[in-house]
């Protein structure tokens, strides 16, 4: 099918090889509080990154888990204290030797990206097993990514929905956005595809990009919903608000392509400039392609 009559891959790839990009690795890092479902504390005190650094790090010291993986989180991502992976990665390993399913979630993504650690897929994929299996979703979708695309582990599809299915029934909406893509494939079943569309509205409700590429392409072909090209390329245009390096890729490629829609190259154009100056390298020739007509 062509990319703009459906989402064109797994929210895990943010496009196939063919859409010119790669499979995700799996999440950044996160505090051993993601791993539980969000809460809406009433006026919450205004955080203090650098006195939590200091509270973490005593926690640590003290022996918790959790104090090793949250001062990770922070020098990962240099947030109240200097940016430093490589302290991020060892005690994301330390908390995840202690028992703690996020710190061994985040210890792997750094060995999957390199961040702070040598690149060791192979070594991420057992980690992420293993976090997967203490209960952290976010863990299942990442090894879910990496089974989907068979890299550095067999590349196995049947076992990449059920990972999907794990995450998502853990409340991680990233993977409910994967398994509708997985669900939303050619002889899907109308049951398959009723339940791909409510997936893909409830990750475009939580501000997943792919979720709305996936719902906006539904509307596009009219599977499972109406067909309504204003509709879908409503939903297009968010995910371009969402995303503006993959989404608006994406929407460009639907305003370009969308089954039912009349290409538009003056409305492509802005879209793909959009994307190609985040850095995504076929919209750059999508505009390319464009500016040379």
């Known amino acids: 099918m062509s990319l703009g009559v459906r989402a064109c891959c797994l929210a895990a790839c943010l496009g196939a ?29 205004k ?31 240099g947030d109240g204290v200097a940016q430093d992976p490589v302290r991020g990665a060892k005690l994301f390993q330390k908390a995840c030797e202690q028992g703690l399913p996020m710190g061994c979630n985040n210890f792997a993504f750094a060995q999957e990206t390199g961040a702070g650690v040598p690149v060791d897929v192979a070594a991420a994929a057992r980690l992420y097993e293993r976090a ?16 989907y695309a068979g890299h550095e582990v067999s590349k196995d599809v049947a076992k990449a929905r059920s990972l999907f299915e794990r995450a998502c029934e853990g409340r991680y909406t990233m993977g409910c956005v994967n398994l509708a893509a997985l669900l939303d494939e050619d002889g899907a079943t109308s049951v398959e595809l009723s339940r791909a569309a409510e997936l893909y509205r409830s990750g475009c409700d939580a501000e997943i990009a792919l979720g709305c590429t996936g719902i906006g392409s539904m509307h596009l072909r009219g599977v499972s919903v109406a067909k309504n090209a204003q509709v879908g390329l409503a939903f297009y245009a968010t995910a371009c608000r969402l995303d503006a390096s993959a989404g608006c890729y994406q929407y460009g490629m639907a305003l370009m392509h969308g089954e039912g829609v009349t290409p538009d190259p003056r409305a492509a154009r802005p879209v793909f400039e959009k994307a190609c100056n985040r850095g995504h390298p076929e919209a750059c020739a999508e505009l390319g392609d464009l500016l040379g007509r």
């Not at 505090?31 to 479902?37: I, L, Q, R, T, V």
């Open 17 to 45: 090889t063919g859409c010119g990009a790669r499979v995700q690795p799996g999440a950044p890092p996160q505090s051993a509080a993601a791993a539980k479902p969000a809460q809406k504390p009433n006026a919450p005190p």
């Open 47 to 77: 955080r203090d990154k650098s006195e939590a650094a200091r509270a973490y790090e005593r926690a640590c010291e003290l022996g918790s888990p959790r104090g090793c993986n949250d001062l990770g989180v922070l020098y990962a991502d």
């Open 132 to 147: 997967c299996s203490a209960g952290a979703a976010v863990s299942c979708n990442a090894l879910g990514n990496l089974h």
